[in-house]
């Protein structure tokens, strides 16, 4: 059941070949670089997962995680962004639609958790393009996230 749960947090994220396959090639810096790096990243992952477990209507997915739990969700977040954008970094957390399945995510989560991401990413000040560029690849997964309507 937790890693259910823990799936659900992920529910913004994919494992990193889906996303990268997603990401249109560039000649310029990665959309890793552009966003600011790892240290970055785990900022805004911070912020992100901060405010999805105190929204009450999507802090339902993270009830019951250990610190140890929660500690884990954080660093497959990372990963996966890093990774996804072109970063360093290697994702080894589950296929995203094998870790969704099941958990019921409704479009009202969808909308409030990318709510959320824009806003912890507004946060950080982060450019108009790279926000664009990195919605527009979270949301590419949405058919493998959202179950329900």
């Known amino acids: 059941m937790k890693m259910r749960i823990l ?3 992920l529910g913004l994220f994919v494992a990193a070949g889906a996303l990268r396959a997603q990401a249109p090639a560039s000649q310029g810096p990665s ?3 552009r966003l600011g790096g790892y240290d970055a990243i785990a900022a805004v992952t911070d ?3 901060a405010r999805f477990a105190a929204d ?3 802090s339902r ?3 019951g995680l250990s610190d ?3 500690a ?3 660093q497959l977040v990372v990963e996966q962004i890093c990774s996804a954008t072109g970063g360093p970094c290697v994702y080894t957390g589950r296929e995203t639609k094998t870790a969704h399945k099941g958990l019921g995510i409704t479009e009202a989560d969808w909308t409030a958790s990318v709510k959320i991401l824009s806003d912890a990413l507004d946060k950080f000040k982060v450019a ?3 926000k664009d560029d990195f919605l527009a690849v979270v949301s590419s997964l949405k058919p493998d996230i959202v179950e329900r309507p």
């Open 7 to 9: 799936s659900a947090a």
């Open 31 to 33: 959309l890793y670089k």
């Open 47 to 49: 912020e992100f997962i």
């Open 56 to 58: 009450k209507s999507l």
């Open 61 to 63: 997915f993270l009830v």
């Open 68 to 70: 140890n739990s929660k």
């Open 72 to 74: 884990r969700l954080r």
């Open 128 to 130: 108009a393009k790279e």
